[in-house]
């Protein structure tokens, strides 16, 4: 069973058609890279997956529970849009680390929220807090950024704040990890680090969809990549085939402006 099935998702903001009618499924441990130009649909399509957005129709399914189903007006409520967000793990173009806090706490901050909802939280606060600091020293470790615990985000690079970010964005163990044009604010210095934050998770088998214009990470880690346009998914396949036989003109225009 995909771990992600959605069906006949729509999405409109006033007369405009963002979504229109948009399916796909994704296997556990795979990765899909979603490509296209500006206004073709993609960041909104992952802003309704994360429920930022609430789609005007259509269905979302996570390991064969449905999240959303715009048939079904209880599914849209703010309560229960909110928990369904956990499946997600969302990761920013431009970071959104809260200045305030320092790396670790940046990563922490959801941990901390969720485990106040826990029946034992007030008898074993400093055994939680205490769990929750080495889950987040340990994530920042995976992004080669243990040595910046105690760093503010002013005192990070571009690509350091958004290894960060990474992190952050697994700290409640997502089923799928998410990804919007996740280098587009860095310059190709910081951004390899960035990209190969990534390629090291694809190699772990995590489950990930990324938004991107990097069309040399989409066809390097890529299990299937999707193309989308005016709200639709133009043509979708595995890398190979998507990026060296597009069979629809759009594509076939698309990837020859941006080679």
């Not at 130009?37 to 992952?46: A, I, N, P």
């Not at 967000?85 to 806090?101: D, E, I, M, T």
């Not at 243990?146 to 970010?165: F, M, N, T």
């Not at 990930?208 to 998914?233: C, K, N, P, Q, Y």
């Amino acid at each position: 069973m995909p771990v992600l099935e959605v069906t006949n998702l729509s999405k409109n903001f006033g007369a405009s058609e963002v979504l229109r009618d948009v399916s796909f499924s994704l296997e556990a441990g795979k990765v899909l890279s979603i490509i296209g130009s500006s206004g073709s649909g993609k960041t909104t399509l992952l802003r309704c997956l994360n429920f930022l957005e609430t789609p005007d129709a259509g269905r979302i399914a996570v390991k064969g529970e449905v999240l959303f189903d715009g048939a079904l007006p209880e599914t849209r409520s703010e309560s229960a849009l909110r928990q369904k967000r956990l499946h997600f793990g969302l990761v920013f173009q431009s970071f959104n680390l809260f200045a305030q806090y320092t790396a670790r706490q940046n990563i922490g901050l959801a941990m901390r929220l969720h485990a106040k909802e826990r029946p034992d939280y007030r008898q074993n606060k400093a055994a939680i807090l205490q769990e929750i600091r080495e889950r987040a020293d340990m994530l920042l470790d995976s992004v080669g950024l243990i040595e910046k615990a105690d760093a503010y985000p002013h005192q990070l690079s571009g690509g350091q704040q958004q290894r960060v970010a990474i992190a952050r964005a697994l700290a409640l163990d997502p089923d799928i990890l998410c990804f919007d044009e996740p280098t587009s604010a860095l310059d190709p210095e910081t951004s390899g680090e960035v990209l190969r934050t990534i390629a090291a998770l694809a190699a772990k088998h995590v489950t990930m969809i990324i938004v991107t214009h990097e069309m040399g990470l989409a066809r390097s880690i890529s299990d299937r990549v999707i193309f989308m346009a005016d709200g639709v998914i133009a043509e979708e396949g595995p890398p190979d085939a998507l990026f060296n036989h597009p069979q629809c003109e759009r594509l076939r225009g698309f990837l020859a402006a941006v080679h």
